[in-house]
Protein backbone atom coordinates (compact mmCIF):
# COMPACT_ATOMS: atom_id res chain seq x y z
CA UNK A 1 0.00 0.00 0.00
CA UNK A 2 1.02 3.88 -0.18
CA UNK A 3 0.61 6.19 2.40
CA UNK A 4 0.90 9.94 2.50
CA UNK A 5 1.04 11.74 5.55
CA UNK A 6 1.17 15.90 5.48
CA UNK A 7 3.38 15.59 2.46
CA UNK A 8 5.19 18.95 1.67
CA UNK A 9 7.45 20.15 -1.17
CA UNK A 10 8.73 23.49 -1.46
CA UNK A 11 11.12 25.15 -3.98
CA UNK A 12 12.13 28.35 -2.71
CA UNK A 13 8.02 30.17 -2.56
CA UNK A 14 6.48 27.51 -4.46
CA UNK A 15 4.52 24.83 -2.77
CA UNK A 16 4.87 21.98 -5.43
CA UNK A 17 3.11 19.80 -2.92
CA UNK A 18 1.31 20.87 -0.25
CA UNK A 19 -0.07 18.95 2.92
CA UNK A 20 -1.38 16.01 0.64
CA UNK A 21 -2.63 13.12 3.23
CA UNK A 22 -3.92 9.96 1.23
CA UNK A 23 -3.79 6.36 1.73
CA UNK A 24 -4.08 3.71 -0.94
CA UNK A 25 -4.95 0.09 -0.39
CA UNK A 26 -3.22 -2.73 -0.97
CA UNK A 27 -4.93 -4.33 -4.38
CA UNK A 28 -6.56 -0.60 -5.48
CA UNK A 29 -6.06 1.11 -8.91
CA UNK A 30 -5.92 4.38 -8.02
CA UNK A 31 -5.37 7.38 -10.63
CA UNK A 32 -4.57 11.00 -9.98
CA UNK A 33 -5.67 13.66 -12.46
CA UNK A 34 -4.94 17.12 -12.41
CA UNK A 35 -3.94 20.02 -14.46
CA UNK A 36 -0.37 21.08 -15.70
CA UNK A 37 1.83 22.24 -12.72
CA UNK A 38 -0.63 20.56 -10.05
CA UNK A 39 2.45 18.57 -8.49
CA UNK A 40 1.43 14.94 -9.78
CA UNK A 41 4.52 14.42 -10.70
CA UNK A 42 6.68 15.94 -7.61
CA UNK A 43 4.46 13.87 -5.72
CA UNK A 44 5.17 10.14 -7.61
CA UNK A 45 9.08 11.38 -7.53
CA UNK A 46 8.90 11.69 -3.95
CA UNK A 47 6.57 8.17 -3.70
CA UNK A 48 9.41 6.41 -5.66
CA UNK A 49 12.32 8.14 -3.43
CA UNK A 50 13.75 10.68 -6.47
CA UNK A 51 13.22 13.77 -4.49
CA UNK A 52 13.10 14.57 -0.50
CA UNK A 53 10.04 15.86 0.53
CA UNK A 54 9.96 19.22 2.86
CA UNK A 55 7.48 17.93 5.20
CA UNK A 56 5.67 14.87 5.56
CA UNK A 57 6.43 10.81 4.97
CA UNK A 58 5.46 8.80 2.19
CA UNK A 59 5.44 4.86 2.74
CA UNK A 60 5.59 2.20 0.53
CA UNK A 61 4.34 -1.24 1.92
CA UNK A 62 4.93 0.07 5.34
CA UNK A 63 8.27 0.89 4.46
CA UNK A 64 9.15 4.89 4.77
CA UNK A 65 10.61 5.48 1.34
CA UNK A 66 13.30 8.17 3.24
CA UNK A 67 14.57 6.44 6.55
CA UNK A 68 14.57 2.85 4.79
CA UNK A 69 14.61 3.23 0.93
CA UNK A 70 16.20 -0.13 0.20
CA UNK A 71 13.28 -2.19 1.52
CA UNK A 72 11.09 0.11 -0.08
CA UNK A 73 12.34 0.09 -3.26
CA UNK A 74 12.61 -3.39 -3.62
CA UNK A 75 8.64 -3.52 -3.48
CA UNK A 76 8.44 -0.81 -5.68
CA UNK A 77 7.99 -0.68 -9.70
CA UNK A 78 8.18 3.20 -11.27
CA UNK A 79 7.99 4.62 -14.84
CA UNK A 80 8.58 8.05 -15.23
CA UNK A 81 7.12 10.09 -17.87
CA UNK A 82 10.35 10.27 -19.30
CA UNK A 83 12.04 6.82 -19.10
CA UNK A 84 16.11 6.81 -18.65
CA UNK A 85 17.58 3.49 -20.49
CA UNK A 86 20.96 2.45 -21.27
CA UNK A 87 20.93 3.39 -24.86
CA UNK A 88 24.33 0.88 -25.50
CA UNK A 89 22.60 -1.98 -24.19
CA UNK A 90 19.88 -3.98 -26.10
CA UNK A 91 16.32 -4.50 -24.33
CA UNK A 92 17.31 -8.17 -23.59
CA UNK A 93 20.91 -6.95 -21.85
CA UNK A 94 18.74 -4.13 -20.26
CA UNK A 95 15.91 -6.88 -18.44
CA UNK A 96 19.25 -9.13 -17.15
CA UNK A 97 20.64 -5.75 -16.02
CA UNK A 98 17.50 -5.26 -14.04
CA UNK A 99 16.80 -8.96 -12.47
CA UNK A 100 20.40 -8.39 -11.45
CA UNK A 101 19.97 -5.61 -9.35
CA UNK A 102 16.46 -7.41 -8.11
CA UNK A 103 18.51 -10.55 -7.42
CA UNK A 104 16.00 -12.80 -9.00
CA UNK A 105 15.82 -15.87 -9.38
CA UNK A 106 17.23 -17.51 -12.67
CA UNK A 107 13.99 -19.53 -13.26
CA UNK A 108 11.95 -16.51 -12.76
CA UNK A 109 14.00 -14.38 -14.98
CA UNK A 110 13.22 -16.54 -18.01
CA UNK A 111 9.81 -17.73 -16.70
CA UNK A 112 8.98 -13.72 -16.30
CA UNK A 113 10.49 -11.99 -18.83
CA UNK A 114 9.53 -14.74 -21.30
CA UNK A 115 5.91 -13.36 -20.45
CA UNK A 116 6.12 -9.52 -20.32
CA UNK A 117 8.27 -9.54 -23.40
CA UNK A 118 5.21 -11.88 -25.10
CA UNK A 119 2.52 -9.36 -23.72
CA UNK A 120 4.44 -6.03 -25.12
CA UNK A 121 5.49 -7.67 -28.40
CA UNK A 122 9.28 -7.14 -27.61
CA UNK A 123 10.83 -10.46 -29.14
CA UNK A 124 11.85 -8.81 -32.90
CA UNK A 125 13.64 -5.37 -30.97
CA UNK A 126 15.50 -7.88 -28.12
CA UNK A 127 18.75 -7.80 -29.96
CA UNK A 128 18.59 -4.06 -31.06
CA UNK A 129 20.48 -1.23 -29.40
CA UNK A 130 18.04 0.46 -27.23
CA UNK A 131 19.36 3.88 -28.93
CA UNK A 132 17.81 2.53 -32.48
CA UNK A 133 14.22 2.13 -30.56
CA UNK A 134 11.02 4.70 -31.60
CA UNK A 135 9.53 6.46 -27.94
CA UNK A 136 6.74 3.78 -28.43
CA UNK A 137 9.12 0.45 -28.09
CA UNK A 138 11.59 2.23 -25.21
CA UNK A 139 8.45 3.02 -23.40
CA UNK A 140 7.60 -1.19 -23.57
CA UNK A 141 10.86 -1.93 -22.68
CA UNK A 142 10.84 0.17 -19.59
CA UNK A 143 7.15 -1.00 -18.61
CA UNK A 144 8.85 -4.49 -19.07
CA UNK A 145 11.45 -3.90 -16.68
CA UNK A 146 9.36 -2.22 -14.11
CA UNK A 147 7.15 -5.27 -13.89
CA UNK A 148 9.45 -7.70 -14.44
CA UNK A 149 10.48 -8.45 -9.94
CA UNK A 150 6.61 -8.74 -9.03
CA UNK A 151 6.30 -5.83 -7.28
CA UNK A 152 4.05 -5.01 -4.55
CA UNK A 153 3.19 -1.64 -5.92
CA UNK A 154 3.24 0.09 -9.10
CA UNK A 155 3.45 3.83 -9.59
CA UNK A 156 3.76 5.29 -13.06
CA UNK A 157 3.88 8.72 -14.70
CA UNK A 158 1.64 8.76 -17.96
CA UNK A 159 2.35 5.41 -19.12
CA UNK A 160 0.96 5.27 -21.99
CA UNK A 161 2.46 8.48 -23.54
CA UNK A 162 4.80 7.11 -26.61
CA UNK A 163 2.17 3.50 -27.01
CA UNK A 164 0.18 2.87 -29.56
CA UNK A 165 -3.93 1.63 -28.66
CA UNK A 166 -2.77 -1.90 -28.82
CA UNK A 167 0.06 -1.67 -26.33
CA UNK A 168 -1.98 0.86 -24.22
CA UNK A 169 -4.32 -1.77 -24.24
CA UNK A 170 -1.86 -4.27 -22.88
CA UNK A 171 -1.21 -2.03 -20.58
CA UNK A 172 -4.10 -1.64 -18.90
CA UNK A 173 -5.27 -5.34 -18.98
CA UNK A 174 -2.03 -5.75 -17.23
CA UNK A 175 -1.93 -3.78 -14.52
CA UNK A 176 -5.66 -4.40 -14.06
CA UNK A 177 -4.60 -7.88 -13.56
CA UNK A 178 -1.83 -7.31 -11.43
CA UNK A 179 -3.96 -5.05 -8.96
CA UNK A 180 -6.79 -7.80 -8.86
CA UNK A 181 -3.73 -10.26 -7.43
CA UNK A 182 -3.21 -7.82 -4.89
CA UNK A 183 -0.63 -5.16 -6.42
CA UNK A 184 -1.26 -1.17 -5.48
CA UNK A 185 -1.29 0.56 -8.68
CA UNK A 186 -1.02 4.63 -8.77
CA UNK A 187 -0.99 6.03 -12.05
CA UNK A 188 -1.31 9.25 -12.95
CA UNK A 189 -2.36 10.64 -16.34
CA UNK A 190 -3.80 13.29 -18.42
CA UNK A 191 -5.63 10.90 -20.13
CA UNK A 192 -9.51 10.96 -18.20
CA UNK A 193 -10.25 8.02 -20.15
CA UNK A 194 -7.91 5.95 -18.59
CA UNK A 195 -9.22 7.09 -14.70
CA UNK A 196 -12.56 6.37 -15.73
CA UNK A 197 -12.26 3.20 -17.04
CA UNK A 198 -10.00 1.37 -14.73
CA UNK A 199 -9.70 3.06 -11.59
CA UNK A 200 -11.06 2.11 -8.25
CA UNK A 201 -10.66 6.19 -6.66
CA UNK A 202 -9.34 8.77 -8.57
CA UNK A 203 -7.34 12.11 -6.52
CA UNK A 204 -7.98 15.10 -8.26
CA UNK A 205 -4.83 17.76 -7.63
CA UNK A 206 -4.49 21.32 -8.13
CA UNK A 207 -1.78 23.71 -7.08
CA UNK A 208 -0.39 21.55 -5.06
CA UNK A 209 -3.32 20.11 -3.27
CA UNK A 210 -5.51 17.29 -3.49
CA UNK A 211 -8.56 18.63 -3.68
CA UNK A 212 -10.87 15.53 -4.07
CA UNK A 213 -10.45 11.88 -3.81
CA UNK A 214 -13.23 9.23 -4.33
CA UNK A 215 -14.80 6.84 -6.42
CA UNK A 216 -16.24 8.19 -9.66
CA UNK A 217 -20.11 8.47 -7.86
CA UNK A 218 -18.60 10.22 -5.00
CA UNK A 219 -16.25 12.70 -7.08
CA UNK A 220 -19.99 13.25 -9.19
CA UNK A 221 -22.01 14.16 -6.05
CA UNK A 222 -18.94 16.62 -4.65
CA UNK A 223 -18.89 18.45 -8.07
CA UNK A 224 -22.83 18.44 -8.46
CA UNK A 225 -22.24 17.04 -11.97
CA UNK A 226 -23.91 14.10 -13.55
CA UNK A 227 -21.68 13.62 -16.84
CA UNK A 228 -18.54 12.16 -17.88
CA UNK A 229 -15.22 12.28 -15.90
CA UNK A 230 -14.36 15.31 -17.85
CA UNK A 231 -17.68 16.99 -16.49
CA UNK A 232 -17.06 16.52 -12.93
CA UNK A 233 -12.72 17.03 -13.37
CA UNK A 234 -13.19 20.48 -14.82
CA UNK A 235 -16.24 21.68 -12.16
CA UNK A 236 -14.17 20.67 -9.37
CA UNK A 237 -10.70 22.09 -10.48
CA UNK A 238 -13.12 25.48 -11.72
CA UNK A 239 -14.37 25.31 -8.11
CA UNK A 240 -11.03 25.04 -6.71
CA UNK A 241 -9.58 28.09 -8.89
CA UNK A 242 -12.44 30.61 -7.64
CA UNK A 243 -12.02 29.47 -4.05
CA UNK A 244 -8.19 30.88 -4.53
CA UNK A 245 -9.02 34.01 -6.45
CA UNK A 246 -11.44 35.11 -3.35
CA UNK A 247 -8.59 33.87 -1.27
CA UNK A 248 -6.40 36.64 -2.45
CA UNK A 249 -8.63 39.31 -3.23
CA UNK A 250 -9.85 38.93 0.33
CA UNK A 251 -5.88 39.25 1.10
CA UNK A 252 -5.39 41.90 -1.09
Known sequence: MIELVHLVKRFGDLVAVDDVTLTVARGEFFALLGPN?????????????????????????????????????????????????????TPLEFLRFTAELFRMDPAAVERDTADLIARFNLDAYLAKPIESLSQGTRQRVAIVSALLHAPEVCVLDEPMVGLDPHHARVLKDTLKERSQQGVTVFVSTHQLSVAEEMADRIGIMHEGRLIAVGTREELRRQSGTSGALEETFLALTAQEANLGEEAAARAR
Do not use: C, N, S, W
Open 37 to 89: AAGKTTTIKIVAGLMKPTAGVARLAGYDVQTQPLEARRRLAYVPDFPFLYDKL
